[in-house]
């Protein structure tokens, strides 16, 4: 034990124990597979496979990867436009999650300003924020696909590069995850001091050097803790995103082994956007970490 708590193991070994753990109760409620050899009307020997279980149709841990292993092994090939690597699906993925969070960022923490130093701004629009911040994803993405349905990019071939479901998949992605930005940057410019505003105005500081040498320094740790929750939620969004514009991507890969009922490969994707969604927190949380700490 002392060897274990000297070199820090417990943050490996009970991750790994719980890890296990899950993955035992996963295999103590899935389906087994149980042949038998029998006779049929004719006499002839046949084998018949039936599966048991608490959840008979969920596939076990060993079966997932059996099912899921040339996705996993051969992550970026390409064998279709629906049948690609799961880090190449995922990377499809994250470049929409990526262009909706910048616009995210660019739209909400303007408005998170305007809230955080005008109470007319606020008394003004916070009831609206407040009716449409609960919004959910797929009540804002065929509201997208009118507002766009005129959008398309053709390239020299004429085939379209960007078109009305791209805008409308842009769109939702941004206005769901723009609001923790727009409130905790709000939350942040209200908690800086007055005194550091009074020094400014003994200063005769002009309202732009205010807002860049007092207001966005102070403000910047709540906004990296907007910053961070609306990441979040632009990679949960993203799955119902694809799976309704039938994108390729994580979500639109998982809709469609939906549709084929593969449970494996669900399970695959669950997985996948589970860890991808993980990783993205702790580079936010390391960011973040560096701002407070400055």
């Known amino acids: 034990m002392h060897f274990i708590t000297r070199y820090k193991l417990d943050t490996v070994l009970l991750p790994l124990a719980a890890i296990l753990v899950c993955c035992l109760l996963w295999y103590s409620i899935a389906g087994k597979s149980v042949t038998t050899v029998k006779k049929d009307d004719w006499g002839d020997m046949v084998k018949e496979t039936k599966r048991f279980g608490v959840s008979k149709d969920l596939p076990t841990p060993a079966e997932t990867w059996t099912a899921s292993k040339l996705y996993v092994v051969e992550p ?30 660019i739209i909400g923490t303007p408005i998170g300003f305007f809230l ?14 407040q009716v449409l911040r609960p919004v959910s994803p797929l009540a804002w993405l065929p509201l997208g696909m009118i507002l766009f349905s005129g959008v ?30 727009v409130m905790n940057t709000a939350v942040g410019v209200r908690a800086v001091p007055q005194d550091y505003l009074n020094v400014a105005k003994v200063l005769k500081l002009s309202k732009n050097k205010t807002l860049w040498k007092v207001l ?15 990441l979040g939620i632009a990679w ?9 514009t039938g994108r ?34 702790r580079l936010m949380s390391m960011i973040e970490g560096r701002f407070k700490t400055a």
Not at 116 to 129: E, R, V, Y
Not at 236 to 244: D, Q, S
Request: hydrophobic share 55%.
């Open 76 to 105: 970026f090939a390409k064998r279709g436009e629906l049948d690609q690597g799961i880090l190449r699906f995922t990377w499809l993925s994250l470049k929409l999650v990526a262009q909706g969070y910048f616009l995210a960022l």
């Open 152 to 181: 398309q990019i053709v390239d020299a071939g004429g085939r379209t590069t960007f078109g009305a479901s791209d805008a409308a998949a842009l769109f939702t992605i941004a206005i769901c995850a723009m609001w923790p930005t």
């Open 236 to 244: 949960l969004v993203i799955v119902a995103v694809e799976m309704l």
């Open 248 to 281: 390729p991507g994580i979500g639109g890969f998982l809709w469609q082994q939906y549709n084929a009922n593969s449970f494996a490969h669900i399970i695959l994707c669950i997985l996948t956007i589970g860890v991808i969604g993980y990783v993205l927190d």
């Open 216 to 230: 966005v320094p102070s403000t910047l740790p709540y906004m990296f803790t907007g910053f961070r929750l609306s």
């Open 116 to 129: 955080g130093l005008s109470k007319k701004f606020t008394i003004a629009f916070d009831p609206i924020i």
